[in-house]
């Protein structure tokens, strides 16, 4: 039986007093072979405090175990485990053989504990960006664009109604002519418009999003698969523009009735968390993109052709179709290619000027 701290500090303290096993065991009211434990533990250089382990049948087989864990990552399961050792002969219970799986994930997670050094953006280097879920309006989802300029940390927020390759590139667009011009590297992860697939661990990235990256100056990067934290600037952007923005019974912000509600209130949003005082870098972050921004490219004067949105042909009749619906046009157009886009509730439909007669 255990004894207490204050039991073991009794026997401890008699034998010193005494000098023997017999006499410190007569004082204290233990047996001899107790104070003799506690006595050899102590002149061993062992903590008597501490309970020795006891030997356990599945000892045996804790190499084992340890090497299915390192095979697997430490993402096998202990009844795996515990089947495998009964077919080798272990004889223990399944609980003796969790609690040792869990020893061991919990030991080789410690040794592949991911180590984190400070990061240091330079200015002019790197734009992240990402998605969050808006609110819904009139029960019609909404997105939110949201970009993060790394060493300024200034924040652009854009409600859009999708995630299309055309709804991106025009968030980038209007993100780059907000901030003032392009960064050397645009950060995200592996959405599909931007990584096509994966061969052999590398990413194949989306023609559109290759040419859009040419024709800003950029060069569009994406973060490892599964690591979201390589761009936890854009995630932290997003996670506190929805809780500043998103109507949830938390923060108790009506509804928005309008798209147009919704715009306001994102530009509004940036607006103030541009213009007060961040906590990391102790200074406002429109007053750092002034001087970041003499570190941008310049940008190209007109928007790529997919920012604009699909292509459409003006008919005789002078009207296009867009999702099913036709919308007029004003004479002059009749044959004519035009540009697409959903802007907030309307259509916007926009001609190639060299096009125009």
């Known amino acids: ?19 023997t096993v017999w006499s410190a065991a007569t004082l204290a009211g ?48 202990a009844d795996v485990v515990h089947e495998k050792l009964v077919k080798m ?11 040792a799986v869990n020893a ?17 953006p330079e200015p002019g280097r790197w734009l992240q960006f990402d998605w969050g879920e808006g609110p819904r309006i009139a029960g019609r989802r909404t997105w939110l664009f949201c970009a993060w300029l790394s060493w300024s940390r200034f924040r652009v927020v854009i409600p859009v109604w999708d995630c299309t390759l055309g709804t991106l590139v025009a968030c980038l667009d209007t993100t780059l002519r907000r901030i003032g011009g392009a960064p050397a590297y645009v950060l995200t992860d592996n959405a599909k ?15 559109q999003m290759v040419a859009a990256g040419r024709h800003y100056g950029c060069h569009v990067v994406s973060c490892v698969p599964y690591d979201p934290e390589s761009k936890g600037g854009a995630e932290a952007t997003v996670r506190i523009a929805k809780a500043d923005l998103v ?58 052709a997919l920012a604009l949105g699909e292509e459409r042909l003006v008919g005789s009749d002078r009207t296009i179709s867009f999702n099913s619906v036709r919308y007029s046009t004003p ?3 009749t044959g004519v290619r035009v540009w697409c886009r959903v802007v907030g509730e309307e259509l916007s439909i926009t001609p190639v000027p060299t096009l125009v007669t």
Request: include cysteine.
């Open 331 to 333: 004479p002059g157009y």
């Open 104 to 120: 061991a994930k919990t030991a080789w997670k410690a040794g592949k504990r991911r180590t984190y050094r400070p990061w240091i």
């Open 30 to 77: 233990h047996g001899p072979k107790t104070v003799k434990r506690y006595v050899e533990a102590r002149a061993s250089g062992r903590n008597p405090y501490e309970r020795e382990p006891r030997p356990k049948m599945i000892d045996a087989f804790l190499e084992k175990v340890e090497e299915w864990v390192e095979q697997s990552k430490a993402t096998i399961r």
């Open 247 to 304: 109507p949830t019974s938390a923060n108790l912000l009506p509804a928005y009735d309008t798209f147009a509600e919704l715009t306001d209130a994102c530009r509004t949003w940036c607006e103030q968390v541009n213009s007060r005082r961040h906590r990391a870098t102790g200074q406002i972050p429109a007053d750092r993109l002034d001087i970041e921004r003499t570190t941008l490219h310049v940008l190209p004067i007109e928007p790529l």
């Open 193 to 207: 418009t931007v990584t096509v697939e994966h061969i052999a661990g590398i990413p194949v990235r989306h023609p």
């Open 1 to 19: 039986m255990t004894k207490s701290d204050r039991e073991i500090k009794e026997i401890l303290e008699a034998y010193d007093l005494t000098g």
């Open 89 to 99: 002969g272990y004889r223990g219970s399944a609980r003796s053989t969790r609690r």
